[in-house]
């Protein structure tokens, strides 16, 4: 199974900040890379897709970058709204597996 | 719009089996995959299974394959999941998820239901 490690796992951040995200996989997935975000008693909402390509409805302030084993989330310019857990996916094989998230909270 | 209603979850002794089902609207169900996925504190999110649009592809993760049976209805816009002699360490947050193809391969989330809690415990 390709492992998926995120980092940090938490972190705190201001309005108006820019906040990286990094997810590294055990073997390379090229750029099957998927971000989803959560917030607490809701399920998953994909943001970013196959690396880089953002969903309908999500914002500008994020992107996301990468490929192989390393990837990013980027958002440029936090908002309240952005808080919550973070989650990468590789789609590359099955069994498809996830980052054990980062927890995004607002100062 | 897009909406997965999942339903079935509730208390179950270890050893025993149960089905929770979910019943999806607002898209053509047999253009997509479908996929079952769950979420507990201690293991974060964890994919379980998937079945192509027209049936005829099905994959499960290592964990579940011959315990977790998963089928759909494409006459009922159903998708469900047999659960056989589940453990306390299948007690989880079980969700409902459309790939966003109608292949399992190469699969993205896009539309995820609330989800349905079922709880292994004596």
């Known amino acids: 199974d390709i492992q998926m490690t995120q980092s940090p796992s938490s972190l705190s951040a201001s309005v108006g900040d820019r906040v990286t995200i990094t997810c590294r996989s055990s073997?390379?997935?090229?750029?099957?890379l998927n971000w989803y975000h959560q917030r607490p008693g809701k399920a998953p909402n994909i943001m970013i897709s196959?690396?880089?390509i953002l969903m309908t409805g999500i914002p500008s302030r994020f992107s996301g970058s990468g490929s192989g084993t390393q990837f990013t989330l980027t958002i440029s310019g936090l908002q309240p709204e952005d808080s919550g857990v973070y989650f990468c996916q590789q789609s590359l094989s099955m069994p498809y597996t996830f980052g054990q998230g980062t927890s995004v909270e607002i100062k | 719009q897009v909406q997965l209603v999942a339903s079935g979850g509730g208390v179950v002794q270890p050893g025993k089996s149960l089905t929770i089902t979910c019943s999806v609207s607002g898209f053509f169900f047999g253009s997509y995959a479908m996929h079952w996925v769950r979420q507990s504190p201690g293991k974060g999110l964890e994919w379980l299974a998937a079945?192509?649009?027209?049936?005829?592809?099905?994959e499960s993760t290592a964990s579940v394959k011959g315990r977790f049976t998963i089928s759909r209805d494409n006459y009922r816009n159903t998708v469900s999941l047999y659960m056989d002699n589940l453990r306390g360490e299948d007690t989880a947050v079980y969700y409902c998820?459309?790939?966003?193809?109608?292949?399992?391969?190469?699969?993205?989330?896009?539309?995820w239901g609330q989800g349905t809690l079922v709880t292994v415990s004596s």
């Open positions: 196959t690396t880089s």
């Open positions: 073997q390379s997935v090229h750029t099957f």
């Open positions: 079945v192509s649009n027209d049936n005829l592809d099905r």
């Open positions: 998820v459309r790939s966003h193809a109608p292949f399992i391969d190469r699969s993205q989330f896009d539309f």
